[in-house]
Every structure is written in structure tokens, then in C-alpha cells.
């Protein structure tokens, strides 16, 4: 005890060096070789199992995956490498309190398949953190490292959809827990367990730093993740309310998330993922917070820096150094073979991210954007598009990264939500209050929208001109963006979006009955409307002309024309021989077998049944009550 701290630091050889001499050996490498071989064979493995040359196989994986796909895919959507990076870092500046994003989560993960999924079925900054972990351990060019990752990743997501996707993050979820939870052991153990940590948390100090004033000292309440509502960095009355309208919006109508519950077999495997999903959000407080407190206890001196030039020197960011907490313990603690492990976790994080982010984007671009542009757009150019839609995402995210570089702060996890915290809240209120009331209409949907991100908008903007300064700099701050936390400005968002939607449709005509039918909570049993069928255009008798001449119509020109290019084509059976490169495109692409195209039309949409097997929705019910009840525990334990 009397040692402290300093018992359980190893001696860096220098005090300013964030890694000193630290790379991945021979061994490492081959442990992350080997997960980069077993990654890539799952993804073609699933390329080659499902039938990813239709729109329902690419984009919704089929619509039959089984509940412990779905639950894994869900987690690993939703922990990317800012995760670990963000977490451990926020944990060793200011404690536990960013827990209670997760806990949050636990609950509107499980609203997602119990509430806002059957309402669907009836209707129906991660790269730049990974980049960070695999540049100080692999010293790699930065852009190096992203350009093949994000290569590999494409590969896979291009090939094989959405399948390849879940897949992949089943494999990635496993390798994320052994290997965090490999990690965890050696930091509990390295000081001392649980009580260990409670006590030298607050004795780890940076040896550089000044004895006046606050800066650098462990908080008071570190291990509390309710404070103080004035004062705190974290202020409990924000977390309750405005932290749930941003996490409502993204486990609840994220395409992301949503995306993989519709690819589920049925209601009851969508229920049983979000559950999965939902007790490992448990999780990131143990494996992710609280190594990030212990990095603090071990190496004080670069990941609790206090003094800004030091820290420029230790890390280049000199707001702080928390953020390198989680890779300081992985390449400080851990021995070879281990670390290799702990690298492909990273990677596995930034890949899950990347590939789901991919996916969905595609999903959107080319169901909702190009399919309108071109309604009679072919099953062939609708699967092209959606692939090439992907690449020049790649192109995109690489272009993006000096932003990123260049934006980014001391606290990457807290930054990434304050801004969540200025846009999400508007999206989120406007849809919820449309599944819910059914007197919401179009005019109110867009006023309350247009001016919540207006508001959103100004705030983020000021935030952007106005840095917070530094602890040992005066706050000149104007009084919305010093005195309001970003928690309580999303709850100041919410109501203003609220209270105009909700009065601009009030005062405006109602939606008819059968624009809410089916897709609201109320109207979600109302009987299926089967829509017209327009009846083909039958051939209309010749007109004559002035002449007394049969004069053609429209639509026997165009009978014509299709006729005579059907017949040129058949006349002409010379097509060329496909090269190998063409036919390696065309396999990627998934249309190698199409050799006729398909008749135009609009893809029929995925049916997923309300319907479930009353045993099993009985023993859902039961296990997500129980789920909940131990989310209660842990808030009231930890609170």
C-alpha cells in the first residue's frame, strides 16, 4: 500500500514517449495475419452461401437469420473502435459516468423489437480512433492504415451484402470479447483487483503537475455515474432525459441497427437478438471503462497529463492524453502473441463499424434514392449500383480523414455525443410522435424539423467557434453554450421540436385514414389494402390520318421498337467472349449468372409476420422483464 502507485507503473524509458519502443512482434503479426485470413474467409464463405444476387439476399440477408446473428451483429454495430478508444479514455479522465450511455442503450435496444418493430413489419468517427490504435503499434502512415482496412473491408461488403455483414460481425464479436475480456484480467490484476483501483484512481497524479488549482485531479465522484446537475460533467437530470431521445433515435430508428432486426427470421429471432444485444451492453463498464481507469493508475504520467505542452509532446493533442489510455495497456501490459490478439480486436471494432455503416448507406442510396429516380431500374442495376455506391463511399472516407484529424479532441466518446446531442433529438421526436399520434401530419412533421435542426445547427456551429478553453484558461464562453451542458440542450431541442409539430398539426388538417394505416403503434392490426392493380394498356385500333393512312400510336411505336431491337438481338447471337477481369466483376457483383436480364419492375418488399408462437413470446417477455430489472439494479448500484 505504502508504495502506491509508482509499485505498479513499469518504468517507461521516457516520460514524454506515449509508446516507448513498443511494436508488435513476429508473433503479434501472425496473430493478426491469421485473423485477417479467417475475417476474409468467413466473408466470401457467406458470399458464396446466400443468395446475393437479388435485392432481398444482398440487402436484407434473405430475411432468415436466427436471433444470435442478429444479437451479435447489433453489439458489433454498435461498438466501433471509438468505443474502446473513447470509453477507456473518458474513463480515465473523468470515471464511470459515460457508462450511462450504455445502460441507456440496454433499454431502447430492447423498445426497438418490442415496441417500434412490429410498427415496421406492418408498414414495412470509429475510423479515424482504429486508425489511431494500428499507427502507434504498427508505426504505419496513417493513411496507409486506413486505405487497407478499408480495402479489406469493402471487399467482403461489396461481395456479399448484408449477409457477409452479420456474419463477419458474429466471428468479430467473439474475437472483441476474449480479447477485451483477456485484457480486463491483466489490468484488475496489475492493480490489485476492484478495491485496488477505488483507492490509487485518486492517487494517480502526473508527476508534471502544477500544485495549484484542479487541473488533473481525479473527480470526486468518479465512481458515480449520477451528479451533480449544476457542476458535474455529466448532470443526472440530462441523463435521464436528455441522453434518451438521442439513444431512442439510434437503436430505435437507425438504418444501421433497424436494418439487421428486418433481416431476422421473424418477430420472436428480432426479439431475441435486441435481447442478446442488450445484456452485453452490460459489458463496456468492465472491459472498456474501468482499464481505462487503471491506464490512469499505471502510466500517470502521459495519460493524466495535465500541462498542455507536455501533453502536446506526449500524444500532439494538448486538451489531454486520456484517449490513448486503452492502447497505452495494450502494448505496455500485455505480452507478445497477446497484444497481436488485442490488435485484432481493434481492427475487428473498426471493421464492424465500417461494414455496417457501408451497408446501410448503400441500402438507402439505392432502395430509396435510385429506386425512385428509376422506378423501372432492373434486379441487375439495382445490385450494380448498390456495389459501386460502396466503393465510392471507400473514396469518401478517405478523403474525410483530415477533418476528423484535425476536429477531434481529448475526450473523442464525449465529443462524438455532444454533437449527436445537437442533431439527433429533432429526427428522433418527429418520428416517435408520428408512430404514436395518429393526428401527426406532414406540416407539423416539417416545421418541428426544420426548426430543431436550426436551433442544432447554431449550436453546433457556436461550439465550433467557441473551443472550451482548457482547465487553466478563463471561460469567455457566451452564456448558451458555458451554462447550458449539451444534455440539457437536447432536452431543450426535444420539447421545442415537440411543441411545434405537435401545434402545426393541431391547427392543420388531419392525415386521411389511409395514410396512417399500418404504420402507427394504434393502426398497426388495421387489415392489409391491397393497392389497384393498373390493368396493361390494351392495343388501341389504328387512327387515320388525313391521308385515310392507319396512323401508329405510342404504344404500338414502342411495341415496334422493342420488337425490332429483340429481334436484332437474337439475329446477332455474337456476343463476346467475357474476359476473365469482366467475369471476376461480374462475380464480385453478383450478376455473373444473369445472363437475361430480368423484366423492370419494383422489388416486392419483405413480409415479415406479426404473428408469433405463444410459448416463445411468452418466454421473451419474461427474459426481457428480467433484462430490465438487472439494468435497474446496475443504475441504482452505480448511481
Not at 463499424?353 to 439505392?366: G, Q
Request: hydrophobic share 45%.
Amino acid at each position: 500500500m505504502e508504495s502506491g502507485v509508482a509499485s505498479v507503473s513499469p518504468p517507461p524509458s521516457d516520460p514524454l514517449e506515449a509508446f516507448p519502443q513498443q511494436n508488435l512482434e513476429p508473433g503479434d503479426i501472425a496473430v493478426l495475419v491469421l485473423y485477417f485470413l479467417f475475417v476474409l474467409a468467413v466473408g466470401f464463405w457467406s458470399t458464396v452461401k446466400t443468395k446475393r444476387d437479388t435485392v432481398k439476399g444482398y440487402f436484407l440477408a434473405g430475411g432468415d437469420m436466427v436471433w444470435w446473428p442478429v444479437g451479435a451483429s447489433l453489439f458489433a454495430s454498435n461498438i466501433g473502435s471509438g468505443h474502446f478508444i473513447g470509453l477507456a479514455g473518458s474513463g480515465a479522465s473523468v470515471g464511470i459516468s459515460v457508462t450511462a450511455y450504455e445502460f441507456n442503450g440496454l433499454f431502447s435496444v430492447l423498445m426497438l423489437s418490442w415496441i417500434f418493430l412490429p410498427i415496421y413489419i406492418a408498414g414495412q468517427v470509429d475510423m479515424y480512433a482504429g486508425a489511431i490504435f494500428i499507427q502507434q503499434s504498427l508505426h504505419l502512415d496513417l493513411y496507409l492504415a486506413i486505405v487497407g482496412l478499408l480495402a479489406i473491408t469493402a471487399l467482403y461488403t461489396v461481395a456479399g451484402g448484408l449477409a457477409a455483414v452479420i456474419y463477419t460481425d458474429t466471428l468479430q464479436t467473439g474475437i472483441m470479447l476474449v480479447g477485451a475480456f483477456t485484457l480486463m484480467g491483466y489490468s484488475f490484476a496489475a492493480v490489485g483487483g476492484m478495491e485496488g483501483l477505488q483507492e490509487k484512481y485518486f492517487l494517480a497524479l502526473a508527476s508534471n503537475r502544477s500544485g495549484n488549482g484542479s487541473c488533473g485531479l481525479p473527480r470526486e465522484d468518479a465512481f458515480h455515474i449520477f451528479r451533480d446537475p449544476v457542476t458535474s460533467d455529466l448532470p443526472w437530470p440530462g441523463i435521464l432525459f436528455g441522453m434518451s431521445v438521442p439513444s431512442l433515435w439510434y437503436w430505435c430508428t437507425d438504418q444501421v441497427i433497424v436494418q439487421r432486426s428486418l433481416a431476422a427470421k421473424n418477430l420472436s429471432h428480432a426479439k431475441g437478438g435486441s435481447l442478446m444485444a442488450a445484456y452485453m451492453k452490460v459489458l463496456p463498464l468492465f472491459i472498456m471503462v474501468f482499464p481505462g481507469m487503471v491506464s490512469r493508475v499505471l502510466f500517470p504520467d502521459q495519460v493524466a497529463c495535465a500541462h498542455p505542452e507536455i501533453c502536446q509532446q506526449v500524444c500532439g493533442n494538448p486538451s489531454g492524453c486520456s484517449d490513448i489510455a486503452y492502447p497505452k495497456l495494450v502494448l505496455e501490459l500485455l505480452p507478445i502473441g497477446l497484444r497481436g490478439l488485442m490488435m485484432a480486436v481493434m481492427v475487428a471494432a473498426l471493421m464492424s463499424s465500417l461494414t455496417s455503416i457501408f451497408n446501410s448507406a448503400s441500402t438507402i442510396f439505392t432502395m430509396d434514392l435510385w429506386n425512385h429516380i428509376r422506378p423501372r431500374a432492373s434486379e441487375r442495376e439495382l445490385m450494380i449500383v448498390g456495389r459501386v455506391f460502396v466503393i465510392l463511399l471507400v473514396l469518401i472516407s478517405i478523403l474525410w480523414i483530415p477533418v476528423v484529424q484535425a476536429s477531434q479532441g481529448g475526450q473523442l466518446f464525449i465529443y462524438i455525443q455532444a454533437i449527436s446531442s445537437y442533431l439527433q433529438p429533432p429526427v428522433a421526436v418527429v418520428f416517435i410522435l408520428g408512430c404514436f399520434w395518429k393526428r401527426a401530419n406532414e406540416k407539423g412533421a416539417f416545421s418541428g424539423l426544420i426548426l430543431g435542426l436550426l436551433l442544432g445547427l447554431i449550436r453546433l456551429v457556436l461550439d465550433f467557434i467557441y473551443v472550451q478553453p482548457r482547465c487553466d484558461q478563463p471561460d469567455e464562453r457566451p452564456a448558451v453554450v458555458k451554462h447550458i451542458h449539451y444534455l440539457y440542450f437536447s432536452m431543450i431541442l426535444s420539447s421545442a421540436t415537440l411543441i411545434t409539430m405537435s401545434a402545426v398539426s393541431w391547427f392543420t388538417e388531419p392525415p386521411s385514414k389511409e395514410m396512417v394505416s399500418r404504420l402507427t403503434w394504434f393502426t398497426r392490426h388495421d387489415p392489409v389494402v391491397q393497392k389497384e392493380q393498373v390493368p396493361p394498356a390494351t392495343p388501341q385500333p389504328p387512327t387515320l390520318s388525313q391521308n385515310g393512312t392507319p396512323e401508329a400510336t405510342s404504344t404500338s411505336i414502342q411495341l415496334e421498337i422493342v420488337q425490332e431491337n429483340m429481334s436484332k438481338t437474337h439475329s446477332c447471337d455474337v456476343t463476346p467472349k467475357q474476359s476473365k477481369v469482366v467475369k471476376a466483376i461480374l462475380w464480385l457483383c453478383g450478376v455473373e449468372n444473369k445472363d437475361k436480364e430480368e423484366p423492370v419492375g419494383r422489388v416486392e418488399p419483405i413480409i415479415m409476420s406479426l404473428e408469433e408462437n405463444h410459448v416463445v413470446k411468452t418466454l421473451l417477455d419474461i427474459n426481457c422483464i428480467v433484462c430490465i430489472t438487472c439494468a435497474i439494479f446496475l443504475w441504482g448500484y452505480f448511481a
